[in-house]
């Protein structure tokens, strides 16, 4: 039997591997021809405008993509094959130098090389884990600190403003881009009744200190006083909705089913449609509407640059303020002096003084750089300012060159208030967060949001109620909801 030389084996095997190879790339042609023999029967069987020539090198060109993804692909499976079997290699290596003798120069090098990434991943992991047990800490406190308590859902549009009544029955006003303002009980949520005058969106709602009489500012150029009647229903048992997402993060859904937003107040809710009295004079939007002290007096803020002051039971014009360079956004008045404040997006606000009839002062704020979205005077001599420019500044009224804290957020600011008692700012923000800080600039809390609780769009206004048990926090936005908060103010400030 011939013996066959290593060459010629080699040369055969090398041909046989050619052969192969050539078989395989003739069944791969073969198998391509037969796709784009299908492809074509398929063309051939479809309407389209296109000519077959043009669908035919779509096809192609598309087949191509296909098998490079599909490369792509195989790739990507084979290098993770090889970082498992290096992971498995290193880990190997680690437990052998571990027991084995290190008195080699180079079995030490490596070995320690091991062991530091080993401590590496160690130390990654420890911090990673450690950072979540505090995250979750900090959220389990704040949670336990800022409890929501109460949804109020029945506008069919977004909420601009809310306040809440000084006097009995004390109820929850709602203003709505929907030309309506609501008023709500705070212990069960319902719908007591709605004010249907305006013939344009409702912008602000202020309660009378003494009376049961409600002032709202509107897009239709008016502001509106109007009476009100209702009786607290029975309260009910108050659910802990903040229980519902212990376990949840914070999640972004924004998205979330607008149904919850459509649903209307009771049908049985009684309304008023006539105001008791109207005050006109402005020619554009009336933004925001406030009592002076005492009730005897309203100001009124708008896009036409002024800002109105009427009496109440004439209703008639009795200072115009003018000195803005744009459109105003916002006015408030001192809780027990006759002094008001507007804000407009000059990036100014401006102090009025009306204590003295015969010497009307102004005051101009400069320090934004943006629209000033409110300002509001605390119980003192203090004004609070919010912007656009994403800070709320504290001013003292006897300087009024620089600000005596600054706060820097990261989203514009909207309608602040001030809380009574302890002077702690809440800021609503345009995006869906509100966070309290003190006077000092010291941030507090961030109030939960998540993805079952919170406003799942802009908030616009917070309005504190310090003296109600249940909600003393209330806070409105575009999701077409006010939502009531309990804040443990004690424990707050002792995190501090």
């Known amino acids: 039997m011939p013996v066959e030389s290593g060459s010629s084996t080699a040369a055969r095997q090398a041909k046989q591997k050619r052969k192969s190879h050539s078989l395989s790339i003739r069944r791969t042609n073969s198998t391509e021809q037969e796709r784009s023999g299908l492809q074509r ?40 094959r090889e970082i498992e079997t290096l992971n498995d290699r290193l880990a190997a290596e680690g437990q052998t130098f571990e027991g084995a003798d290190l008195a080699k120069g180079a079995l030490k090098t490596k070995a320690s090389h091991s062991t530091s990434q080993l401590s590496q991943k160690l130390k990654t992991t420890y911090k990673a884990s450690t950072s979540k047990i505090v995250s979750s800490f900090k959220a389990t406190t704040t949670r336990a600190v800022c409890q929501l308590v109460r949804e109020y859902v029945g506008h069919r549009d977004g909420i601009w403003d809310l306040g809440v009544a000084r006097t009995q029955p004390v109820v929850l006003g709602t203003a709505s881009a929907d030309h309506t303002a609501s008023l709500w009980s705070i212990e069960t949520g319902k719908c007591l009744l709605k004010y249907l005058g305006h013939q344009g969106s409702v912008n602000s709602i202020k309660f009378h200190p003494t009376e049961q009489m409600a002032l709202t500012a509107s897009g239709d150029q008016t502001a509106h006083i109007w009476r009100y009647m209702v009786q607290l229903p029975t309260p009910q048992p108050v659910a802990d909705i903040s229980q519902q997402t212990l376990c949840e993060d914070d999640l972004d859904f924004s998205d979330k089913d607008e149904a919850d937003g459509e649903a209307e107040g009771p049908n049985d809710c009684p309304a008023v449609r006539m105001a008791t009295t109207t005050l006109r004079s402005h020619q554009g939007v009336v933004i925001a509407a406030d009592w002076l002290v005492g009730g005897k007096q309203v100001v009124t803020a708008s896009w036409d640059r002024a800002a109105n002051l009427y009496d109440v039971e004439t209703s008639e014009l009795v200072h115009s303020l003018t000195g803005h360079d744009q459109e105003l956004t916002h006015c408030c008045t001192h809780p027990t002096q006759r002094l008001v404040v507007t804000s407009s997006r000059d990036t100014t606000f401006r102090l009025w003084d009306f204590r003295d009839p015969a010497i009307h002062s102004v005051n101009v704020f400069q320090g934004h750089t943006d629209t000033v979205t409110s300002a509001v005077f605390t119980v003192g001599d203090n004004v609070v300012s919010g912007s656009d420019d994403r800070t709320v500044k504290v001013w003292d009224l006897k300087n009024m060159r620089s600000p005596i804290a600054t706060i820097r957020t990261d989203s514009a600011v909207n309608r602040i208030s001030v809380s009574v008692n302890q002077k702690i700012i809440a800021l609503p923000h345009d995006n869906r967060q509100v966070r309290l800080f003190d006077m000092s600039g010291v941030r507090l809390a961030r109030l939960p949001r998540s993805n079952r609780q919170g406003h799942r769009r802009m908030v616009c206004c917070s309005a504190w109620c310090e003296d109600n048990a249940s909600c003393n926090l209330f806070t409105c ?9 309990n804040i443990n103010i004690p424990a707050l400030l002792q995190e501090k």
């Open 477 to 485: 936005g575009f999701d077409r909801q006010a939502i009531g908060w």
């Open 41 to 80: 029967d398929l063309l051939e069987g479809q309407d389209s405008k296109l000519p077959l020539s043009l669908r035919s090198n779509l096809l192609d060109l598309f087949g191509q993509i296909e098998r490079e993804f599909e490369n792509l692909y195989i790739e990507n499976l084979e290098l993770r």
